[in-house]
């Protein structure tokens, strides 16, 4: 489910006007992810967002300045998002 959110803000921020800053939301499916699965999905996601990202750049022809922003924000919602898993044990120890 979150990777279909994903493609949709991808969709989205590609149609959308340049003012309108839909790709900021792209850091959202890793924390969605990291709710419900363990790292290795959590971490998939977060792969997926940063792809996502490089399409969003290439499709709307961003400069280079412009679009750091848009991957500092996946990246720390992943980073942010893998704290958390990284701790969690099937059998509940640390």
Not at 46 to 57: N, W
């Amino acid at each position: 489910m979150a990777f279909a959110f994903d493609a949709a803000i991808t969709a989205m921020a590609i149609s959308s006007s340049p003012s309108v800053k839909m790709s900021g939301l792209l850091g959202v499916a890793p924390l969605l992810t990291c709710a419900r699965y363990g790292a290795r999905m959590t971490a998939l996601a977060v792969c997926y967002a940063l792809a996502l990202c490089a399409v969003v750049t290439m499709a709307t022809n961003t400069p280079g300045s412009g679009t750091s922003w848009r991957f500092g924000i996946a990246a720390a919602a992943g980073t942010l998002a893998m704290v958390p898993v990284g701790d969690r044990r099937s059998d509940g120890r640390r």
